[in-house]
């Protein structure tokens, strides 16, 4: 099957302030300011309001065991979790033992509207970068339907995201993420390389506290036998 992302679906005016979808590379698309700032702020307070039952922590990386820089939680009915034994989808928050919060609406509603699947992501993987805090070189591949593209929305300080392609050592180019932009990639791209090199700290005031928020949307099983509920259907 041959993957693109729909260049026919335009957002929901009320949702927006720019429709502007930018391709970045094969498989790579960036909405810049998709959420205008009145939406970033709603997102915001219903991000942290959500994880007074998921409370962000510092996920173990595998073998070493050694805390990320980065604090986590997740929505939605699975969470990825990494901690020495690898990493995974879990029902359950590795602290509380309870199952995450919801999924918040605005997100799913735009899932569907960007990435033209017509089966929902069940994980909403938080990431808050606070300081120093960066994102290492790393492929989105712990999904079983890889048919599903990852759509991730940046809120607060702007960063630096660099991507490549499916080999660790190929060339790659970084862009900025700034607060309210939205990525969506898959097809060619699913499997590329990426990292966060660097937050440029205090470039926003959104966040309390200060740093920046990413939300990562993830189909984990594979979609459904009919043809519809694949990207573009
Ligand atoms: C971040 N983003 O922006 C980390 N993964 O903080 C990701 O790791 C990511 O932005 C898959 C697809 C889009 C992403
Ligand atoms: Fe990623």
Known sequence: MVY????????????????????????VALWPGYFDRTRQASLV???????????????????????????????????????????????MHPLTGHPWPAM????????FELTGCCAGPECCLVNLYRGR??????????????????LSVSLGDDAVFRIGCSTRRAPSRSFVLRSGDVVVFGGPARLAFHAIDRVLEKSSCLVPGGGRL?????????????EDARPGG
């Open 4 to 27: 693109t992302v729909s260049p026919e679906v335009t957002p929901a005016a009320e949702l927006t302030s720019a429709a502007a979808r930018l391709e970045i590379m094969p498989g």
């Open 214 to 226: 990413n939300l990562t949307l993830r189909r984990v099983a594979r979609f459904p036998q009919q």
């Open 133 to 150: 805090a960066r994102m290492g070189l790393h492929q989105d591949r712990d999904e079983a339907e890889l048919l599903a593209p990852v």
């Open 104 to 111: 918040p609406p605005l997100l799913e509603r735009t899932w």
């Open 45 to 91: 307070a219903d991000i942290f309001s959500r994880a007074l039952d998921a409370p962000f922590y510092r996920p173990l990386m595998p073998r070493t065991g050694k805390p990320f820089s980065v604090e986590e939680t997740n929505f939605g009915s699975l969470g990825w979790v990494s901690d020495e034994s690898g990493y995974r989808y879990e029902k």
